[in-house]
């Protein structure tokens, strides 16, 4: 009698244990969640993410109103990692501090454009092949940062028997992942003063409960930060796992600037502020674009928002002057009609390698030219062969200009302002002036864009 009323009353102490469970699950999903996200299941294997996976979010929203946070299709897949690789998880005082010097607080999120974007290639053994793309908006000017330290290596640094642009063009995907380890390497330990380098991964476990006015976007909660004193290791590491930045759905830019800040640190990069309150990231009509400071974090390893201009050097305690003044591999150039008076200061327009980041008008590309001796011979900068890659979609072959420093035909009509309406040029053409004043630029049958 008494082992019938036991099988009778078992399956409801089951059941009672099974809701528990369930109300214990309903929970946690409400505090990982947000706004409909969930923690995705699928992982990262080792060089093998297919590019596939994880389709982007929906698009921005239009106006001055801060952009909407991604959704869930773009959040980005795990990597599952050996429990010997030594790391340490980000904590709530790091992602706070990461969203105060993004964005000034802690409550506004990436927008989908950001979330959605990657280091993309194009195909291989093409015209571009050694070409990121690069959608409109404020990713651009680092997925174009970027592309110049890849510029660098594919034409000065590699061994390759190739020569000219045929080295930019005959590369192989692996080639091309292991051009965007070098590249993004470098950046890293420029930002760590040459010391160290952080690299920043999502991994399964999340490690930071929301709190107060702190958001979650899923994403930032589940950083794995990996420090490396040894630049060779963090490029060999960046290559194992490249697919968490080159493949769709990885948020690979975002994981990049935490890295790029994390390399610096916090502190120093607040220090290279001069202690504003200025955010690196800012909101024009829905998009959220990058401030100078970013730009010349990846281009000096500093940021400083006065670094790209001409003059302003540190004061005592200021920063290393020497390295300051120091000419770097990759320089910038900047044209707008509002900045038309604003120069960029001479060792980022006379850079080591002939390689520019260009901002022109707002909008980014690149400039470069294969001879590398060109800017340490002034013989050579009389006639010479530029090439310009914008990122776009549209540009389906890099765009090869003539530069013709000593024929100032341009000028014949020396009473026309050149920004009058009657006397325009292409942006592409002033940005080059402001090296080279004066130079005619010939595009060689292409029709001038940008």
């Not at 036991?6 to 505090?31: F, G, V």
């Amino acid at each position: 009698m008494c082992d019938q009323e036991a099988e009778r009353t078992m399956p409801w102490a089951e059941l009672e244990e099974i809701a528990s469970k369930i109300s214990d699950l309903n929970k946690w999903r409400e505090i990982f969640s947000f706004r409909g996200l969930e923690i995705s299941s699928t992982t990262h294997q080792r060089r093998r993410v297919s590019a596939g996976d994880g389709a982007p979010g929906a698009g921005e929203p239009v106006g001055p109103q801060p952009p909407a946070p991604h959704p869930h299709s773009a959040i980005p897949k795990p990597l599952l990692l050996s429990p010997d690789t030594g790391s340490c998880p980000i904590s709530l005082e790091m992602a706070m501090g990461l969203r105060k010097l993004l964005f000034g607080n802690v409550f506004n999120l990436f927008s989908s454009e950001w979330a959605k974007a990657y280091f993309r290639f194009r195909e291989p053994y093409s015209d571009l092949a050694y070409a990121l793309e690069a959608e409109k908006g404020g990713t651009r000017a680092i997925l174009m940062a970027v592309q110049a330290h890849i510029i660098k290596y594919l034409l000065f640094v590699r061994n390759t028997e190739y020569t000219h642009l045929e080295r930019l063009c005959r590369i192989s995907r692996q080639e091309q992942g292991e051009a965007l380890a070098v590249a993004l390497a470098d950046t890293l330990w420029a930002a760590g003063g040459g010391v160290r380098a952080v690299i920043c991964l999502v991994t399964t476990d999340i490690h930071v409960m929301p709190s107060g006015d702190y958001k979650a976007d899923n994403f930032t909660e589940r950083i794995q930060l990996f420090e490396f004193s040894d630049k060779a290791a963090a490029q060999e590491f960046i290559f194992d796992h490249i697919n968490c930045f080159k493949g769709e759905g990885s948020h690979g830019v975002i994981l990049f600037l935490y890295s790029l800040l994390f390399s610096r640190t916090l502190e120093r990069v607040q220090e290279d502020l001069d202690c504003t309150a200025t955010p690196l990231l800012k909101f024009s009509f829905g998009n959220i674009t990058c401030t100078q400071a970013v730009l010349s974090l990846l281009l000096t390893g500093r940021a400083s928002p006065h670094e790209l201009d001409g003059g302003q050097e540190p004061g005592p305690g200021g920063g290393d002057i020497e390295a300051w003044r120091r000419r770097g591999p990759v320089g910038y150039l900047r044209w707008g009609r509002s900045q038309a008076e604003q120069q960029v200061c001479p060792r980022l327009r006379t850079p080591q390698l002939p390689i520019w980041l260009c901002s022109i008008t707002g909008r980014h590309g690149v400039l470069f030219g294969t001879d590398s001796l060109l800017l340490s011979d002034w013989k050579t900068e009389r006639v010479f062969h530029l090439y310009f890659y914008n990122g776009q979609q549209e540009q389906t072959k890099t765009a090869h200009l003539t530069i013709d420093t000593h024929s100032h035909h341009w000028e014949e009509d020396r009473s026309e302002d050149p920004s009058s309406p009657g006397k325009r040029h292409p942006s592409v053409e002033m940005a080059i002036r402001t090296k080279w004043a004066g130079a005619t630029v010939s595009w060689n049958g292409t029709d001038p864009f940008f």
